[in-house]
């Protein structure tokens, strides 16, 4: 079982819909990313957690540490949302770069 | 300046050349990392600098050479490769220290294609 999991893998929605992306882990965290990567493209951090809930622009990433779950939200999706989201986490106590990726969501909105 | 920025974008190389991939960032970041990355899959630690010293390498095979001649670049040179070398290799940063502020930012990739 691999110790970071994204649901679903593949996504498809009309544009202006909600989406949500989730991420389960199975190890203890210092801290969890959100990453976006456009198709052929290099990554782009949008979110870095250890607790509670970030919101920027239309994105909105909610982490529950208990549970060692966190979520994507995507507010009125827009075809230039259309990517691979990535969710990684750094293991607690782990050494400088040990990030450890899920296998990534690849979302399409439609127009 | 919060960019990573990596030179060239793509590069196309035979089994026999030497070339160089080239990464830099004026963030003040004190960690730096290569990646590669197939198509599909989720990107693979090589290598981590910290504070210009290599820190990590993630036995990665010697055809790959690191080097970090100052804090703000960080260079990959490439010799002998394989044509299954052939993938995205990306170049990102981060401070050192408190996990919470060790926030990797990425550079857009250099596509490689080996011959």
């Known amino acids: 079982k691999n110790e970071v999991e994204q649901s679903p893998q593949n996504l498809t929605a009309q544009e202006g819909e909600f989406i949500t992306i989730n991420c389960s882990y199975s190890?203890?965290?210092?801290?969890l990313h959100w990453l976006q990567q456009h198709p052929g493209g290099g990554i782009v951090s949008l979110f870095m957690?250890?607790?509670g809930k970030k919101k920027h622009g239309r994105l909105i990433a909610t982490i529950n540490i208990q549970e060692k779950h966190s979520s994507l939200h995507i507010t009125a999706s827009h075809p230039r949302d259309s990517a691979v989201y990535i969710c990684?986490?750094?293991?607690?106590?782990?050494?400088?770069?040990?990030?450890?990726f899920g296998k990534g969501t690849k979302l399409s909105v439609k127009p | 300046d919060t960019e990573v920025t990596q030179t060239p974008k793509h590069l196309v190389m035979g089994m026999t050349n030497k070339k160089s991939l080239k990464c830099e960032q004026h963030?003040?970041?004190?960690?730096m990392y290569w990646y590669k990355q197939k198509a599909k899959k989720p990107p693979e630690l090589m290598f981590v600098?910290?504070?210009?010293?290599?820190?990590i390498n993630e036995s990665v095979p010697s055809r790959f050479s690191p080097e970090c001649p100052n804090s703000s670049l960080l260079n990959l040179h490439l010799h002998a490769l394989q044509p299954e070398d052939s993938a995205l290799y990306l170049c990102?940063?981060?401070?050192?220290?408190?996990?919470?502020?060790?926030?990797?930012?990425f550079g857009p990739g250099t596509r490689l294609t080996v011959l």
């Open positions: 990102a940063s981060s401070q050192i220290g408190l996990a919470k502020y060790n926030e990797q930012f």
């Open positions: 190890v203890g965290i210092s801290a």
């Open positions: 957690l250890s607790s």
């Open positions: 990684a986490v750094r293991r607690h106590g782990g050494s400088q770069g040990n990030l450890i």
């Open positions: 963030m003040g970041h004190r960690a």
């Open positions: 600098y910290s504070y210009e010293k290599l820190s």
